[in-house]
């Protein structure tokens, strides 16, 4: 800190960590929410009118303050000082909220508070406190301790999304990692992915045998089984060799990313390999020449921002250190405020279909308004998974798009299944089906 | 009074389960806490309460019947459109109802009569967004886009754009209030008893005195439900939103409507430029904010504001003259063209030099960063806002200047500071403010003691002070600035409120907090009731 003043207190500085495993860590975070509802409000310059207005799911269905980043903050803080018992109330509001990050990117436009933390760590607190996770999520684990994946799926099916003709590398450079949704339940996915790096004459492997990414477990505060995982995946693309990490899914995206080192307490530069998401991939492709989007779609596209490769993936770095004055930190802290999302890559290749009309709906890229299924929430919060996508189906329509155009088969399923309720003339489809189907001869 | 199982009953009954709540959990999410305008400071600590339930009503029935059930079974409850600001928006007593009015956020724009009009819900940056669609505008008050507008309108509604478009209490339209008793009070010609909220005024006395008097009663004299707010022309193009958060801004067409930064030599020549744009009767906005605001809109974190502020001293403080000017071409470019020539002109006889401004806006017009303020220090509150001439508002800074340096620390060091100073109405007021900061881990009671101390100088030096019933000892400042503006005001409050549930017990709610805070007992040397300390808890 720069020329100490002489009427300054000197007080003792604390200690803490970016670390989840201890609320503490985040005492000072909580108790320093001034409820502007900046993590609620879309930001202000972007702010659409009086429609779209908000950028909280979990705020924008109950309601409540104690639902809104500013409530469970305050919510936080009394069960980090013990001033509050656990109730099943106090589950669902730490429970039904994707952990978006709509809220952390909010904050993070005015202050240093560090909010996406405070609510992983709360999690990891109720699970420890014996509390957490719900009862849906504990399925999911002992799913995923049987069978290496969420749904209880055969493991010895999870490479039976193969299309016939492609077969993957024994050795490569990219090693795709395709996660239980596109293995088992999205496997057009799977395959509009392999058809797309044969396309690029991109050579592929696959783990020899992959297993989940972990996401959930991680989500709902289920630490050591998360870290387990983080591990033994880490371990197997280092065996690999693989310098590239590719995968299609948003979540395992900011997993690998982000989540991984956290867990293992280093930079995501020290992973040893890099973590790209297909948009990234097929948009240096483009950009080389070696894939071209020729054939036409002629369809009015919105995008959705998944949270995971937007405002949730600035790359991970461990910190420790010493808060003092005025909550100044030493060491200097780079805070992730959520500017390397993917934001620019999925509308390049949008754009470059012919015949496709690319709408920004209101509420766009760190502003956009999460689908609802993520991180463990439509498995234990079905209605705020539902109300969220059918609340941005409405944006959708706003907009005048008929392709909804996601890059998470979380996301696509949950869209999916609204646009079903809803009986609504909207399609979804997932960017590598809409990027398979545009170099497709 | 305690809320019973079948008061809960008859209040769920009026809004449905899911929009009332007694939960502990759900409760807490409502604490005023120690984040935040005022907060961490003595009065949050002594006098805010978690509330005893919450309800979320959508309609001024629904707000009328719940009040009506207050009255009847003696329940306090206190009105909360946002909650932004800080202790005063929460309970402070015992028990108390919530009643979170963010479900009523309708918004009608009647384009052919200019005109908005809102709910308690609806917060400033959509309305300002409908209305720049249709070539109008509104002032978002300083303290944020996020805050109501209503709640924002009731007690202040000021930011560099009252330049032109002047003080908030004209731009108060027909207003609908749902008394502290449950009676329906309909202001200007909604007391017509028609649907038309067009005129502020109405046959009779103005009630929007009553309503706000200067800086708002803070919820203790019923609930406004609905608003017609006025607004004005602004000029036609788009101004684009652009960059990813944290760096977002409005791109201006600057052709007709830019910033520029202009440096002047003195302070007397900062004042001498405000007035005679003032004069001219050109420009958007005219103002001087204080120098570390620049520093925050600089710094990326909390660290490197106190990197650039550290090199900072009395001596560039007291330099630093900057008056900051919003040009708008509100009928043509030519208009703009014609009011920049006429501010050359100004700037060159007070021999101000123009500064590289960017061409962008990114607070004031749409935005209005106030949880900026925060970043540095995580402790922040205005202590006094005033309205005076233009030659005596630029006095009020440095005297406040003088009275900070014995509360530094815990106060920020801000080397005399003197605030954020500017001209309202073309030039015929001068509206100072000013800030302080603190970090909420040190002893703040200082702070609270500066705070009533504020009122004393005010009061010494003559200066009219804004924050005079509900931020203040009531029995300090009312028989100085009345003589008898406490007994006045307390008279309103048992005439509408005669039980006290409107939020009580504001308006003595800081004489009530100097009898409680054993740290504020050497300040007290006013008269006051002494069955204050009787009011519970
Ligand atoms: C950092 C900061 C800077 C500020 N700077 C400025 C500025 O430059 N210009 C300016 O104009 N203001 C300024 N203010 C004041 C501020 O903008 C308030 O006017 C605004 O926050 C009130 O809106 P809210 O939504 O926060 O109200 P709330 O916090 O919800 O309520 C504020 C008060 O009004 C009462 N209330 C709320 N709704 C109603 C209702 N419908 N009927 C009756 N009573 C009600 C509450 O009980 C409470 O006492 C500033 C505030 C802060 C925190
Ligand atoms: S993570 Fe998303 S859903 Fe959860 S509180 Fe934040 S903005 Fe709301
Ligand atoms: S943006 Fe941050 S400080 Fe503001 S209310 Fe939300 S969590 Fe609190």
Redesign the interface.
């Known amino acids: 800190?720069?020329?100490?003043?002489d009427?300054?207190?000197y007080?003792p500085r604390t200690e803490f960590a970016l670390d989840i495993k201890d609320i503490q860590n985040f005492v000072y975070d909580m108790?320093?929410?001034?409820?502007?509802?900046?993590c609620n409000?879309v930001?202000?310059?972007?702010?659409?009118?009086?429609k779209f207005?908000t950028r909280c799911p979990s705020a924008e269905k109950y309601?409540?303050?104690?639902?809104?980043a500013?409530?469970?903050?305050?919510?936080g803080?009394?069960f980090a000082e013990g001033?509050?018992?656990w109730?099943e109330?106090?589950l669902e509001?730490i429970y039904a909220c994707t952990l978006c990050g709509a809220c952390d990117?909010?904050c993070?436009?005015?202050?240093?508070l560090e909010i996406e933390l405070s609510l992983e760590s709360l999690r990891v607190k109720a699970v420890k406190d014996g509390v957490g996770p719900m009862p849906a999520h504990k399925k999911i684990a002992e799913n995923i301790a049987k069978t290496h994946n969420m749904y209880a799926a055969p493991h010895d099916k999870r490479k039976d999304w193969l299309p016939a003709g492609i077969t993957p590398a024994r050795k490569a450079d990219v090693l795709y990692f395709v996660g239980c949704a596109a293995s088992y339940t999205n496997k057009e996915i799977a395959q509009s992915v392999a058809k797309i790096l044969k396309a690029a004459k991109v050579d592929f492997m696959l783990m020899p045998d992959e297993q989940c990414c972990g996401n959930t477990l991680f989500s709902v505060g289920m630490l050591d089984e998360a870290k387990a995982l983080a591990q033994r995946n880490i371990d197997e693309v280092r065996k690999s060799g693989a310098k590239t990490l590719l995968t299609a899914c948003a979540e395992g995206y900011r997993m690998w990313k982000v989540d991984y080192p956290k867990l293992l307490n280093i930079s995501t530069a020290d992973l040893g390999f890099k973590v790209v998401h297909l948009v990234e991939y097929v948009d240096e492709l483009m950009k080389d020449g070696a894939l071209k989007m020729s054939k036409a779609f002629a369809t009015r596209m919105a995008y959705q921002d998944a949270c995971s490769m937007s405002r949730l993936s600035d790359p991970w770095t461990p910190y420790q250190g010493k808060r003092g004055?005025?909550?100044?930190?030493e060491p200097?802290?780079k805070?992730r405020?959520?500017?390397s999302?993917l934001?620019a890559q999925p509308r390049d290749i949008l754009k470059a279909i012919p015949g496709v009309n690319l709408l920004e709906m209101p509420r766009t890229?760190?502003?956009a308004f999460c689908c609802g299924a993520g991180r463990g929430t439509k498995e234990a919060f079905p209605d705020l998974a539902k109300f969220s996508a059918a609340h941005r189906l409405e944006e959708i329509k706003d907009s005048g798009a008929e392709t909804l155009v996601t890059a998470c088969p979380h996301c696509k399923n949950n869209f999916a299944q609204a646009i079903k309720a809803g009986n609504e003339h909207v399609q979804v489809m997932d960017i590598a089906e809409v990027i398979c189907a545009s170099i497709e001869s | 009074m305690e809320i019973s199982k079948e008061i809960y009953r008859v209040l769920a009954d009026i809004v449905g389960d899911?929009?009332i709540?007694d939960?502990?959990?759900?409760?807490?999410?409502?604490?005023s806490?120690?984040?935040?305008?005022e907060?961490g400071l003595g009065y949050e600590r002594v006098m805010t309460k978690v509330p005893g339930c919450?309800i979320?009503p959508k309609y001024t029935e629904e707000v009328q019947k719940i009040v009506k059930v207050c009255y009847r079974h003696e329940i306090p409850y206190v009105p909360y459109s946002?909650?932004?600001y800080?202790p005063r928006s929460h309970p402070h007593v015992k028990g108390a109802l919530l009643i979170?009015l963010?479900?009523m956020n309708d918004?009608v724009l009647d384009e052919k009569h200019f005109y908005v009009e809102v709910g308690p819900g609806?917060?400033?940056?959509?309305?300002?967004?409908?209305c720049m669609?249709h070539g109008a505008y509104v002032v978002i008050g300083g303290g944020?886009?996020?805050a109501s507008a209503i709640a924002n309108l009731i007690g202040d509604g000021w930011s560099p754009l009252s330049h032109r478009i002047g003080l908030p209490h004209r731009r108060i339209l027909g207003t609908e209030v749902v008394m502290p008793d449950g009676e329906i009070l309909r202001l200007g010609s909604l007391a017509q008893g028609g649907d038309d909220p067009f005129w502020g005024e109405s046959p009779g006395p103005d009630l929007r005195g009553l309503l706000r008097g200067y800086t708002g009663l803070r919820g203790c004299l019923g609930i406004v439900t609905r608003m017609a707010i006025k607004t004005l022309p602004f000029q036609p193009e788009r101004l684009v939103?652009t960059?990813?958060?944290?760096n977002?801004?409005?791109a201006l067409p600057e052709k007709r409507i830019k910033w520029i930064n202009f440096v002047v030599p003195s302070k007397d020549a900062q004042v001498k430029a405000m007035k005679e744009i003032g004069h001219a009767e050109i420009a958007g906005a005219v103002t001087k904010v204080p120098l570390f605001w620049r520093a925050i809109a600089k710094a990326e974190?909390?660290?490197e504001f106190?990197?650039l502020w550290?090199?900072e001293n009395e001596q560039t403080v007291a330099n630093f003259h900057i008056v900051r000017v919003l040009l708008i071409g509100y009928t043509s470019e030519e208009q703009m063209e014609y009011d920049e020539r006429v501010l050359m002109d100004i700037m060159t006889e007070v021999g101000g030099v123009a500064r590289r401004t960017k061409p962008s806006d990114?607070s004031w017009i749409?935005?209005?960063?106030?949880?900026?303020m925060?970043?540095?220090?995580?402790g922040y509150v205005s202590v006094d806002y005033v309205i005076e001439t233009m030659t005596q508002a630029p006095e009020h800074g440095p005297a406040y200047a003088e009275l900070k340096k014995k509360y530094?620390?815990?106060l920020?060091?801000d080397y005399g500071d003197p605030g954020w100073f500017q001209s309202f109405e073309m030039g015929h007021q001068g509206y100072s403010e000013f800030l302080v900061y603190w970090?909420q881990?040190?002893d703040t009671n200082p702070v609270d003691q500066f705070y009533v101390d504020t009122s004393k100088m005010n009061i010494k030096n003559r200066f009219y002070t804004s924050l005079l019933g509900p931020h203040q000892p009531l029995y300090l400042t009312g028989p100085k600035y009345g003589p008898n503006y406490h007994e006045f005001l307390l008279k309103v409050k048992n005439e509408f409120d005669p039980k006290w549930m409107s939020h009580p017990p504001v308006p003595l709610a800081h004489d009530v907090f100097v009898e409680r805070a054993p740290w504020m007992h050497n300040m007290k040397d006013w008269e006051s009731p002494k069955d204050l300390d009787k009011i519970k808890d």
């Not at chain 1, 993070?108 to 240093?112: A, E, F, Q, S, T």
């Open positions: 800190m720069a020329n100490e003043s009427v300054r207190y007080k108790s320093r929410c001034i409820k502007c509802k900046g409000w930001d202000h310059t972007y702010m659409p009118g009086a207005m309601q409540f303050d104690a639902y809104g500013y409530g469970k903050m305050r919510i803080h009394a001033r509050l018992e109730n109330k106090a509001i990117v909010g993070k436009r005015n202050l240093d004055w005025m909550g100044c930190v200097r802290l805070r405020r959520g500017t999302g934001y890229r760190e502003n | 899911g929009y709540s939960d502990p959990v759900v409760c807490e999410g409502y604490r806490g120690p984040g935040g305008y907060s919450v979320m946002t909650g932004f800080g979170d963010k479900r918004f609806m917060v400033y940056s959509p309305i300002q967004e409908e669609k944020g886009a996020q939103p960059g990813i958060s944290p977002t801004a409005l974190c909390k660290e106190w990197d550290g090199k990114e749409k935005n209005a960063d106030s949880a900026g925060w970043l540095m220090c995580g530094t620390p815990p920020m060091p970090d881990d040190d």
